[in-house]
């Protein structure tokens, strides 16, 4: 059995877990290849349409972290089927991805969208560069229309990613999304209005006569 993103996440006291709940044999009978070590088109218009993901990192102490990065939809790149990159931008100013990073290039990214209700899991390694490193990528990367300001860059190398199931996951959506969901309503209250105030207009002018 080749199950890439599980190959990796299933250790010993995984696997005593799924014992634990009778799940060992759902994955110990597993048929089929999975290794999913290379970007498809699939995951790249999926990529293509986030504007934000969650990453997480491991600190020097052992306690894990995730952090939120957002931006412009599509700020996180497909550089081709094994590579990824995205333009940090300036936060809050603590560091600990940067810094966690820095010790331990192991991270996880979480891709959610939420009115489809699909989610997309990647392991990667991560490499931090300085915006001046590689000025090709960084014209490539960053966007000049984004009001924010670009600290470094983040190269990320495929190691797995997964889907997952839709399960628990609750519709949500942006502004833009409600916007464009909803412009039928939209336009049918505005047609309404000026339906109604023309009404309004023919029966002020029978009074006056």
């Not at 333009?87 to 990214?109: P, V």
């Not at 209250?189 to 105030?197: D, F, K, T, V």
Request: hydrophobic share 35%.
């Amino acid at each position: 059995m080749t199950y890439g993103f599980m190959d990796i996440a299933i250790t010993p006291s995984v696997r005593r877990a799924q014992a634990e709940m009778g799940a060992d044999r759902l994955w110990s009978d597993f048929k089929g290849h999975r290794e999913f070590d290379q970007f498809s088109i699939r995951e790249t218009a999926f990529i293509a349409q986030r504007d934000s993901f969650y990453m997480a990192s491991v600190s020097e102490r052992g306690w894990p972290y995730v952090q939120h990065r957002g931006g412009p939809p599509g700020f996180l790149k497909v550089l081709d089927d094994r590579m990824l990159a995205f333009a940090d931008y300036r936060g809050n100013r603590q560091y600990i991805s940067t810094g966690n990073l820095a010790e331990n290039d192991r991270t996880c990214l979480f891709l959610m969208d939420y009115p489809a209700r699909t989610r997309l899991k990647i392991y990667a390694r991560a490499e931090k560069l300085a915006l001046d490193a590689d000025p090709v990528l960084t014209a490539k990367i960053t966007d000049g229309d984004y009001g924010a300001k670009t600290e470094r860059i983040f190269k990320l190398k495929l190691e797995a990613f997964d889907w997952n199931c839709p399960q628990h996951i609750e519709p949500r959506y942006t502004e833009a999304e409600f916007l464009s969901a909803s412009q039928h309503l939209i336009d049918k209250i505005a047609q309404l209005e000026r339906e109604n105030a023309s009404l309004r207009e023919r029966i002020d002018t029978r009074r006056k006569d």
